[in-house]
């Protein structure tokens, strides 16, 4: 079974906006903090934005900070990545991740120890 499942990846025009989820297995069991990292075609998986379940942080990279927000919902045990105002340098492939330390940093790909299957996010005109 899928222990991490996104959703609601899609093409887009310049501007426009999506909203990805990311459904938690409950075999995930606890979880220190979740990440979005997207990936294109020749490029290394990078993150893109983290959440720290005890605390609430979050955290960005500079390339969406203001554009992009990371949310959940613990009752329905999903993740959330509300993405407007989108670029076509934001065209990837988007994965959910998630880590059971607080050891390491978020944007980590090494990190997380449980990773979803991917959503396709494609912006162009």
């Known amino acids: 079974q899928d222990n991490l499942v996104e959703s609601g990846g899609g093409s887009v025009q310049p501007g426009g906006s999506l909203r990805l989820t990311c459904t938690i297995s409950?075999?995930?069991?606890?979880?220190?903090?979740m990440a979005w990292f997207r990936q294109a075609p020749g490029k290394e998986r990078g993150g893109v934005a983290g959440?720290?379940?005890?605390?609430?942080?979050?955290y960005y990279a500079a390339s969406v900070k203001g554009r992009f927000t990371i949310s959940q919902d613990n009752a329905k045990k999903q993740l959330y990545l509300q993405m407007n105002n989108l670029k076509p340098e934001d065209t990837a492939m988007y994965f959910c991740a998630a880590a059971l330390t607080p050891f390491g940093v978020w944007y980590d790909a090494k990190h997380p120890a449980y990773w979803g299957q991917g959503t396709q996010v494609t912006v162009s005109s």
């Open positions: 959440l720290y379940f005890d605390t609430g942080a979050t």
């Open positions: 409950p075999a995930v069991g606890r979880i220190d903090h």
